[in-house]
């Protein structure tokens, strides 16, 4: 609007020089042509001022457009954040899932022996019972065949007693682990006896290789802090050792080693003496999604869960070290009383 009024102001300016021009007919030649050169110059910067102000006009609509085209790939950016977001959530929440199923798996084969002892023994008196009654029904029993029954039975109920005990004990430790793992409570635990715990848990995937657990804690040390995360980062660097660690047919150590660098410190070094992770890799192992195993069962995440478990309610810090004599090793360092959950 002001363009035009300054336009229509000009274009008045030129009217009102013509009409002057046209009145100075008498004046002196000298005159006249100056006033025709400053009318001529006066039109052609009006005419140029009129171009720039198109040129501007046009320069700002494009800009305009860039703008809400910046606008509309902003949006975008950030839908596709929120949904890699959400995709890195649900992955994590699944690899908690699968490494659940694992334990499960690890539970149903510990639980088998003694459950099939105590089986067998009981089906073995049930048989011996079965005799004995016969030879009493039919009033042949002797001294001797009761006192082979009853040793037969003082015998098979003390392993069937042994056994189930056994797998009772099993099943409390296992169901401390699983429940932990899911619902992250913050309690006291005893640290050396909830690391043992948490590696009989896996136990069949390490024995059945014949690896071997070393695990050196010096005892009372309680924590107060999430059992269930300690165990899920000490499973997780366990089957990195099985998966990227040891060779085919190596037989592997697994080195646990825990001491108080602080009063309220303690430190948790676990060792492997597998190939080792190469220099080139081992800054980037925490990180979301980098996995030397992708298309073959490596989604590159449990190293990046370890990282947020220990960083995040266990409040302390992780690092992977390259030990001289090969293998790998991860230093967890943790307050041995975690900050308590801000409701
Ligand atoms: N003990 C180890 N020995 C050798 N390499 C390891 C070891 N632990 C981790 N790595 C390397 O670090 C990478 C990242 O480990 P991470 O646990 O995050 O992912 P992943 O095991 O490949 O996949 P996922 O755990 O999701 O199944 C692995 O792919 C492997 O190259
Ligand atoms: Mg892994």
């Known amino acids: 609007m002001a363009d035009f009024n300054l336009f229509d102001a000009e274009e008045k300016t ?27 110059s006066y039109g052609r910067s009006v005419r140029e001022q009129r171009r720039l102000v198109r040129v501007s006009d046009r320069l700002q609509a494009q800009l305009a457009t860039v703008n809400h085209e910046l606008g509309k790939r902003k949006a975008e950016a950030e839908q596709a954040l929120d949904d890699l977001k959400s995709a ?16 499960v798996g690890g539970v149903a084969h510990e639980i088998n022996t003694p459950v099939g002892i105590a089986l067998s023994c009981a089906s073995h008196l049930a048989d011996a019972t079965q005799d004995i009654k016969k ?3 039919a009033d042949d029993i002797g001294v001797d065949d009761f006192k082979r029954y009853m040793a037969t039975a003082m015998d098979t109920t003390s392993l069937i007693l042994s056994n189930c005990e056994r797998a009772a004990q099993l099943i409390r430790s ?15 635990f005893d640290l050396c006896a909830y690391i043992r715990e948490t590696l009989a848990s896996l136990g069949p995937h ?3 290789a014949g690896h071997t657990v070393s695990i050196d804690c010096p005892g009372g040390i309680t924590m107060t802090s999430y059992p269930g995360a300690l165990s899920q980062v000490l499973s997780n660097f366990v089957m990195n ?3 990227h ?23 948790l070094t676990y060792a492997d003496t597998g190939r080792g992770i190469p220099d080139q890799n081992r800054g980037r192992i925490f990180d979301p999604f980098f996995t030397t195993r992708r298309g073959i069962g490596g989604s590159g995440l449990g190293l990046h869960i370890v990282y947020n478990l220990v960083t995040g309610p266990l409040g302390g810090n992780v690092s992977v070290e390259s030990p001289a004599k090969g293998g790998t090793a991860f230093v967890v360092t943790v307050p041995q009383v975690t ?3 801000t409701v």
């Not at 002057?20 to 000298?30: C, Q, S």
């Not at 890195?88 to 694992?102: C, F, T």
């Not at 296992?174 to 006291?188: G, I, L, N, Y």
């Open 14 to 40: 030129l009217e009102q020089a013509e009409e002057l021009r046209h009145g100075m007919a008498d004046a002196p030649a000298a005159i006249r042509d100056g006033l025709a050169t400053l009318i001529d």
């Open 88 to 103: 890195q959530e649900s992955l994590v929440q699944a690899e908690k899932l699968a490494s659940l199923g694992a334990l």
């Open 135 to 137: 030879l009493f029904e």
């Open 174 to 188: 296992f169901k401390q682990v699983a429940v932990d793992r899911t619902s992250s409570e913050r309690r006291d």
């Open 206 to 208: 390490l024995r059945q």
């Open 241 to 243: 050792s099985l998966v």
């Open 245 to 267: 660690g040891f060779e085919p047919g190596q037989i592997g150590e697994i080195r646990i080693e825990v001491d108080q660098v602080e009063p309220d410190q303690v430190r």
């Open 339 to 341: 900050a308590s959950p």
